[in-house]
């Protein structure tokens, strides 16, 4: 939100006030506090019809520094976001004669005691960014709301990055942005999932701690600072210092939560009905055994909406005209060896059953009369559920049991944006505070319930999200339309998205709206099958290979077989996502820093450390990428190419740029019919541009170290070592090699080149 007219005027209707020096500093236990007066104070008088900031400092965790602005001290209603505190060892120094400080770590903050306020946040004797005097503000609008605003520098050189799954231009800078949870579809400036966190290039992060709409001005008010603001009397933000982003990320999942480890299952394909085509168990069945006929593996069929009877969502009532018996279906389903996934949300129908249960109960949002807060978008007369309401949650999970128990393995959880502020919560909590939150606890309710009746299981396909909900995975990139400049901004949206804290991200399979080219789905196809998790959906058409070509069935067969076999490789990329917070699929600036030219790439990926992927966005095949340096091979068909450079080539559909990097070890499992199997056992491990040691770690589908295999180069020969694995294979790529030493029992040695 903008309130200045120019650099110099305030816009019409704002009055803004500016702390102008440190007045006096307290200092108590670990926190600092400092009291910043709006005008000059040379007399006694000046201090009267005056107002005043209270500034404090204190450290939730080390190398970060939680900032609190407080102009009038009013209560503070919930909801909050769920923080990991632990103490922290800090340093306060007001003896020194030009400064306070702060220290948490390695991270310092400075204010000068004679002269303007302002806040430089320094590390290892670097300034990363400050609050220079007049950026910080407590704003009077002429209609009486009150905003307290902020702004931190931005050096010339400096990108940011994240604030949720924006599908806005990758790079913030010159943007404005609301952080409020919308349902816009992936071609707006609206967001499913708003995280009022961003990090740059200049190794620190910023999270403001407001699960309220926060406005972003990143470089777009004042040009060269990213300035944000909130509704109220007081503003919280942390700055966590990295230096690189990658610890970051670290250390802000640290605090708002790590994303739990995802099924192994998880990671194969996602068949899905698709929402408005007609399906009944016939169609349901017969889409599997075409797909087990024609070799395409996949590990999960999933239920959309039309599983209950329409106007009827989401009363959980199976409709029998068309499934006359679920629990035998899924059986069916579970003996061809796949998972099942039916579609929920959280809104139930006037029509339906339920609806009256929970309307008498006080299960629903209430409107300001004490009524059920209802309208007709989406479902006629739709209440929402009440997840403040303890009794509402055990209700709902009650319902997600009975599913449980006949054999539902998965929940996708759409929906949780829309939800209105004219209401009242059962605990009392800020509607607008809730608005965003609400997406947390929706997902929290169903991931909880998983994770307590399938423990090591637990997973749900969400779009909304908000600070924390990382914690729940997996969440996907809401509807796309069945075009190239949509699949583009797909993947925008994700790379935004887990720059924002959350490990895994998945999309529609040939965009979601429309009819999808034989083309489009193809190439989509690749992309999808190159992602943390694939799905096929979409609306108006069934999405199953066959209905696009003999040619689409053989990619998917050829994608999807491919990630099975990477499962070894991918898996062990995936623990390390959720032990660290680091995005297993991941912008490509995110691997190489050092590399400049890295910061602004859009258009592909990582794929966890050693894999990057460019998808084909055009109906030409051609595409223009980019590698960092070395010499790097592709894997799919062997050629090397060298880094630091820029290319363009063509590809046919079975082909793409899947690029490894060199010192690098790819391990390959031999089953590729499902993406959950033994990773320990009759693994192939491909090695690429070795010039060092290199060792692998191998995980199981428990996602615990069970062995390491580990490949040294010597002038033209290589030794080999494996701990706790059985008959392993080594390709050396484009590699001739005289001989091997240390070759261990059941390792035997191919040379591809």
Known sequence: ????????????????????????????????????????????????????????????????????????????????????????????????????????????????????????????????????????????????????????????????????????????????????????????????????????????????????????????????????????????????????????????TDLTGKPALPPAWSFGLWLSTSFTTDYREETVMGFIEEMQTREIPFDVFHFDCFWMKEFEWCGFEWNRELFPDPQQLIEKIHQKGLKVCVWINPYIGQKAAAFQECKEKGYFIKDKHGEVWQWDLWQAGQGIIDFTNPEARHWYKERLKELIEIGVDSFKTDFGERIPTDVNYHDGSDPQKMHNYYAYLYNEVVFELLAELRPDEAVVFARSASVGSQKFPVHWGGDNLSEYPSMAESLRGGLSFVLSGFGFWSHDIGGFEENATADIYKRWTQFGLLSTHSRYHGNIEYRVPWNFGEEAVLVSQRFSKLKNRLMPYIYEQVVETAQTGIPMMRPVMLEFPEDYTTHTIDKQYMFGERLLIAPIFNGQGKVTFYLPEGRWTNYLDNHVYEGQQWYTQTYDYFHLPLMVRPNSLIIEGSVDTTAAYDYTKDLTVHVFELTEKVTQQVVDQQGLAVGTITVIPEDESYQIKTEGLSNVQVVFRNRKVQGANDHPLGCSILVDH
């Open 1 to 252: 939100m903008k309130f200045t007219n120019g650099y110099w005027l305030a816009k019409e209707g704002f009055h803004l006030e500016h702390p102008n020096h440190v007045y006096e500093a307290q200092v108590k236990e670990d926190k600092l506090t400092l009291f910043l007066p709006y005008k000059p104070i040379q007399t006694r008088g000046d201090t009267l019809n005056l107002g005043m900031t209270t500034l404090s400092f204190e450290s939730p965790r080390e190398d970060i520094i939680k900032v609190q602005l407080v102009h009038h001290d009013k209560a503070q209603i919930g909801p909050h976001f769920q923080l990991n505190r632990q103490s922290s060892s800090v340093m306060i120094d007001t003896e020194n004669v030009e400064f306070y400080t702060f220290q948490s770590g390695q991270l310092v903050a400075r204010v000068p005691k004679n002269a303007a306020f302002q806040i430089d946040f320094l590390a290892e004797g670097k300034c990363l960014t400050s609050s220079l005097p007049k950026a910080q503000a407590t704003i009077q609008s002429s209609d009486g709301i009150h905003y307290m605003r902020e702004q931190l520098s931005l050096d010339p050189y400096e990108y940011v990055y994240g604030l949720g799954e924006r599908f806005t231009p990758f790079i913030k800078n010159g943007q404005i942005i609301d952080c409020w949870n919308q349902d816009g579809g992936t071609g707006s400036e609206q967001a499913y999932k708003n995280i009022p966190f961003y990090l740059t290039n200049q190794g620190y992060g910023v999270f403001v701690n407001h699960p309220e709409n926060v406005s972003f001005e990143v470089g777009s008010e004042n040009v060269s600072r990213t300035q944000f603001s909130v509704v109220g009397e007081r503003l919280e933000y942390y700055v966590i210092y990295g230096p690189d982003m990658k610890t970051i990320l670290r250390k802000y």
